[in-house]
């Protein structure tokens, strides 16, 4: 099955900085790739997505790259503000037709004011 | 956009009580929807898949007899603890997958989320 692996857990930033978070998945048939921001006890608000077909998509200060050859993607932020602050998870679509997302293991942001 | 209503958001009981936790789609039809468990400070593990009108798929490791999962309806889904113990403890989480939308990709959308509490 689809394993994902998500690096770096921690990261620290100062206001106005970027920050990047990466990822890497196993199954080469994966074919959709959102990425889920979770402010302490609330539900995973999906911010981007990208599908196999593309290798990079933008919205504003949020950007995603697909390297499908390399089966990463990353997930990028710039000029970011405190309220980015939060945890990040990406995930990935397996190539079955369950439609389940596998996760991976969460970076925990921090913007310093 | 579409909202998925996750009910209760926080339950506290004994241990050996089961407990129901519903999943709705409001405004779209679900055909499949996802049940997570997530453990403080820690990633969202997919327990099950449930699907409309037949039997749930869980992952590996999952007890089904102790995650009963009944998806009679294209709007709800209900997750079943059954005999819950402290381990038991987390924060339960359901997604649904917009049925009538085309295409494979579509997002999931997530509810807000149980906080079970057995002491």
């Known amino acids: 099955g689809e394993n994902v692996e998500q690096h770096p857990s921690t990261l620290s930033v100062q206001e106005g900085d970027s920050a990047v978070i990466k990822c890497t998945y196993s199954d080469s048939a994966s074919n959709y790739f959102p990425w889920y921001k979770q402010e302490l006890g609330k539900r995973p608000q999906l911010i981007i997505d990208?599908?196999?077909?593309?290798g990079e998509k933008k919205d504003q200060r949020i950007a995603v790259t697909l390297n499908k050859t390399a089966k990463h993607f990353s997930l990028h932020i710039t000029e970011t503000q405190p309220e980015d602050s939060a945890v990040y998870f990406c995930?990935?679509?397996?190539?079955?037709?369950?439609?389940?997302?596998?996760f991976g293991s969460g970076t925990r942001l921090l913007v310093r004011p | 956009g579409a909202v998925v209503s996750q009910h209760p958001s926080r339950v506290i009981c004994k241990s050996g009580t089961s407990v129901k936790i519903e999943c709705r789609s409001l405004d779209f039809q679900a055909t499949t929807m996802f049940w997570y468990r997530q453990f403080p400070k820690q990633s969202l593990m997919l327990m099950a898949t449930s699907n409309e009108g037949s039997k749930a798929t869980y992952e590996q490791g999952v007890e089904k007899d102790k995650f009963l999962i009944n998806h009679a309806s294209l709007t709800l889904s209900t997750l079943t603890v059954t005999s819950a113990h402290p381990e038991d403890s987390s924060f339960y989480i359901c997604?649904?997958?917009?049925?009538?939308?085309?295409?494979?990709?579509?997002?999931?959308?997530f509810g807000d989320g149980t906080r079970l509490s057995i002491l």
């Open positions: 997604s649904a997958r917009d049925s009538d939308r085309l295409g494979s990709n579509q997002p999931q959308h």
């Open positions: 995930a990935a679509r397996g190539g079955d037709s369950s439609y389940k997302l596998i």
């Open positions: 990208i599908r196999s077909n593309v």
